[in-house]
């Protein structure tokens, strides 16, 4: 069992930027998969970007492409996301996620452990 602490949310005008953490609670954090989600109200949840365990692997959704990057240091147990360009469209609470897996993993029902959630907000 792990536990997943995310930070950095807030409220930032559109075409500004936020760096969200997220910190984990494990050893073995370099042997876990882990990905960004977000959720809006009234619509399900999404996947932004998501990277294996090493962090040599890492996917994007469309509309993360070119705006958001996501890094991990496995010394710090920490998984970040930079989010660039941001739009009115991002405001969303944002989740980390975490599964003992190597590859990549897009799809959220295989992701184990989540955190409480940090919420975005982006001003027009």
């Known amino acids: 069992q792990i536990q997943l602490v995310e930070s950095g949310g807030g409220l930032v005008q559109a075409g500004g930027s936020l760096r969200l953490s997220c910190a984990a609670s494990?050893?073995?954090?370099?042997?876990?998969?882990m990905g960004w989600f977000r959720q809006a109200p009234g619509k399900e949840r999404e996947l932004v970007a998501a990277t294996g365990g090493s962090g040599g692997s890492t996917f994007y959704t469309e509309s993360a492409k070119g705006r958001f990057t996501i890094s991990r240091d496995n010394v710090k147990n920490t998984v970040y996301l930079q989010m660039n360009s941001l739009k009115p469209e991002d405001t969303a609470v944002y989740y980390c996620?975490?599964?003992?897996?190597?590859?990549?993993?897009?799809?959220?029902?295989?992701?184990?452990?989540w955190g409480q959630g940090t919420q975005v907000t982006v001003s027009s």
């Open positions: 996620a975490a599964k003992f897996a190597e590859r990549v993993i897009t799809n959220w029902e295989q992701y184990d452990y």
């Open positions: 494990t050893r073995l954090f370099s042997m876990f998969a």
